[in-house]
Nanobody, 124 residues
Framework: EVQLVESGGGLVQAGGSLRLSCAASGFTFDDYAIGWFRQAPGQGREGVSCRSSRDGRTYYADSVKGRFTVSIDNAKNTVYLQMNSLRPEDTAVYYC?????????????????WGQGTQVTVSS
């Protein structure tokens, strides 16, 4: 059974950093693409980043490029989203997602499996 369990959210001041974790079971990152999404109150789910399982290439939305970084610890079967220089507009519930299709996509409909979400709040 594929499962994704997220952790690491919290409250941080603007300019601070957080690292989100997404622990996976039932698959490995060599076989599944990964996506990170976020949803602010009253808004749709926005694609933040993705990673292809075909070649490891990653994509970052313009709003987070240069501040967020995706990494993988294969030994722990966990993917991380390191978030630096956080801004109040980064406040949202963050979700990781996985799919056996190896493509890197930031489209919610692409992913079959989702974590439960973790709240990130950035104060000004």
């Amino acid at each position: 059974e594929v499962q994704l369990v997220e952790s690491g959210g919290g409250l941080v001041q603007a300019g601070g950093s957080l690292r989100l974790s997404c622990a996976a079971s039932g698959f490995t990152f060599d076989d599944y693409a990964i996506g990170w999404f976020r949803q602010a109150p009253g808004q749709g789910r926005e694609g933040v980043s993705c990673r292809s399982s075909r070649d490891g290439r990653t994509y970052y939305a313009d709003s987070v490029k240069g501040r967020f970084t995706v990494s993988i610890d294969n030994a722990k079967n966990t993917v991380y989203l390191q978030m630096n220089s956080l801004r109040p507009e980064d406040t949202a519930v963050y979700y990781c997602a996985a799919d056996p299709n190896p493509a890197c996509m930031v489209v919610t409909a692409f992913y079959d499996y989702w974590g439960q979400g973790t709240q990130v709040t950035v104060s000004s």
